[in-house]
């Protein structure tokens, strides 16, 4: 299972990516964009829309600024125009999937 990781940098510091990171134990791989160790050339723009288009399950850390970045709200968009399995992270740190109740 290869899962990408949508979150909004404000309201996350990477000691909660590293939390996050440890909570998707059955993981192959898990992308979190400022978790990842990118070169210093690299495009980092392509290095997220290669992770997205290659990821089984898309999490998305719901947050209040969550929706407000341009970049959260278009890998959400296409993460659903691409039928990924969709997940929330509650602040409580609960899973819950696209179509639950509990879905924000």
């Known amino acids: 299972m290869r899962?990408?990781?949508?979150y909004a940098r404000r309201d996350n510091s990477v000691a909660r990516l590293h939390r996050i990171r440890a909570?998707?134990?059955?993981?192959?791989?898990?992308?979190?964009?400022?978790?990842?160790?990118?070169?210093a050339n690299i495009?980092?723009?392509?290095a997220v829309v290669d992770a997205l288009t290659g990821?089984?399950?898309f999490v998305?850390?719901?947050?209040?600024?969550?929706l407000n970045t341009e970049w959260t709200r278009w890998e959400f968009e296409t993460a659903l125009c691409m039928k990924i399995t969709m997940?929330?992270?509650?602040?409580?740190?609960t899973l819950v999937r696209y179509g639950e109740?509990?879905?924000p």
Do not use: Q
């Open 3 to 6: 899962y990408f990781v949508s």
């Open 87 to 93: 997940t929330a992270l509650l602040s409580d740190t």
């Open 60 to 66: 998305a850390v719901t947050s209040s600024n969550y």
């Open 23 to 39: 909570l998707l134990t059955d993981a192959d791989h898990v992308y979190i964009d400022d978790l990842e160790p990118h070169a």
């Open 43 to 46: 495009d980092r723009s392509k």
């Open 55 to 57: 990821a089984d399950a």
């Open 101 to 103: 109740a509990r879905w």
